[in-house]
Each structure stands twice: as C-alpha cells, then as structure tokens.
C-alpha cells in the first residue's frame, strides 16, 4: 500500500530569516497521525536567508543528516568538527550521549535549501560522531545511490540503525527500483520535480510510505530529485 503526504499538508514554521515545512510532527506542528514512519522521525524541509541560521543548541539520542540541495550550510560542533556542506554532500551527526552544535547559511547573499533528516538509533547511549561524505551528481543520475546504510556500504555514511537511505535524480524517461524484502517499509521524499511512485505522480515535497510492497518503482515525470528510506517498522534493529 501507498501512502501519499502531500506537500500542502506539511506543519509550517515561518520567520524572518526561515522556512521551514514539517513532514512530520516537530517543534510546534503537532499531529498525533504523523509522528514518523518506522526510525524515521524527522524530515524538514529548510530555507535559511543569507548570513542567518540555528545558534548553538543540543542533541541526544538521535542520528541527524543533512542534505543540501542549493546553497551551502556550514557546520559547527563541540567535537570540534567544522564544515561547509553543499548539494551533493551528505552529513550525518550521531547526538548519542549528547553533541552541541549550530547550523548556519554560510552565504552572505545566497539562501540555502536543505532537508534535515532525524532517525531513531537502534541503541541509545552512542559516542556522538561525524561523517561526511560527497556523492556527486552523475553518481546519483538515472539511478539510486546509495548514501546511508549501517555498514557504510559503497561509501556511504553510517548510521546506527538498519535502516538504507538512497538518493537518485531522475528526468523523464529515466526509471529506477528498488526491491523490498519481507517485513521492510520504505519512505520517497521528493526534494524537487515531479516523479511517479508505482504509478502515483509526486510532486516537489511530497512524500509516501509503503507498506506491505515487495518493489519500488520510481518513473521520472520532470526534473526529480529524492530520497528513498528502505527501513524496518520498528525503530529498534
């Protein structure tokens, strides 16, 4: 089964210097029916003026990614990580026992665009970590890539939870799939363009879940790019 959560019926945050689209509940959007889907518990969909951002705040217990998809974000830590992050890149922060961090458009005229991803560890009480890693876009054109895994597959991020996340960018014409084995769900995020989900048309911040699907198949409409969650129904592993 297919499940569509469109765009227009995301929570919303708005202030002078953000815009933020909620897919799940988060902050002040609470809705009891979208608290997340399986580990995946947060997917925000950010835009930060030039020169403003998120001061330093806490995380614990949670694995965090950033995917930037124009503009740059810069990153700092008290693990003492600094970075710039860019479209292509893919950053992934292990809170654990607890990390301090802030976000930060690292343009003085250029806004930046970026998803925030939380994702449920399979155990709490982790080292805080950092991985970066830079999949540029031909690897990710006509195909899914592999971005996140908990092996860190194919050099991909790791992330403390079973769960495979997949980035692909698709024009029309250009199909890609992906097969679900038993008791696996998954989650499409359309980070922009249009795509069709075993033949449900998505459109630019739309998102679905499937579940009880043994396949994938994702039909470029018009300049799409997105994210694809293969993961179990619990958050534990």
Same mark, same amino acid.
């Given at each position: 089964m297919i499940t569509t959560r469109r765009a227009k019926d995301r929570g919303a945050a708005e202030f002078d210097w953000l815009q933020s689209r909620h897919t799940f509940s988060f902050g002040g959007y609470y809705d009891p029916a979208h608290m997340g889907?399986?580990?995946?518990?947060?997917?925000?969909?950010?835009?930060?003026?030039?020169?403003?951002?998120f001061p330093t705040h806490g995380h614990r217990d949670m694995e965090i990614i950033s995917y930037v998809l124009d503009g740059a974000l810069e990153h700092k830590d008290s693990l003492g990580t600094g970075s710039v992050i860019q479209p292509g890149d893919v950053q992934r922060m292990s809170a654990g026992t607890g990390i301090r961090h802030s976000e930060y458009n690292h343009s003085a005229s250029e806004p930046v665009h970026f998803l925030q991803i939380w994702i449920i560890p399979a155990e709490q009480g982790l080292a805080p970590g950092y991985? =970066? !890693?830079?999949?540029?876009? &031909?690897?990710? #054109?006509?195909?899914?890539?592999?971005?996140?895994?908990? *092996? $860190? /597959?194919? @050099?991909?991020?790791t992330v403390h939870q079973d769960i495979r996340l997949y980035a692909t960018l698709l024009d029309a014409g250009q199909s890609?799939?992906?097969?679900?084995?038993?008791?696996?769900?998954?989650?499409?995020?359309?980070?922009?363009?249009?795509?069709?989900?075993?033949? =449900? !048309?998505?459109?630019?911040? &739309?998102?679905? #879940?499937?579940?009880?699907?043994?396949?994938?198949?994702? *039909? $470029? /409409?018009? @300049?799409?790019?997105l994210l694809v969650f293969d993961m179990p129904r619990s958050p534990a592993a």
């Open positions: 889907f399986g580990p995946l518990r947060v997917i925000n969909e950010d835009r930060v003026v030039p020169g403003a951002g991985e =970066q !890693r830079h999949f540029p876009r &031909d690897a990710r #054109a006509g195909r899914l890539r592999l971005i996140a895994s908990p *092996d $860190g /597959a194919d @050099g991909s991020v890609a799939s992906l097969a679900l084995e038993d008791g696996r769900i998954a989650w499409v995020q359309v980070a922009r363009g249009e795509v069709a989900l075993n033949g =449900q !048309r998505l459109a630019a911040g &739309d998102g679905a #879940a499937a579940d009880g699907e043994t396949a994938l198949v994702l *039909d $470029g /409409a018009r @300049g799409a790019e």
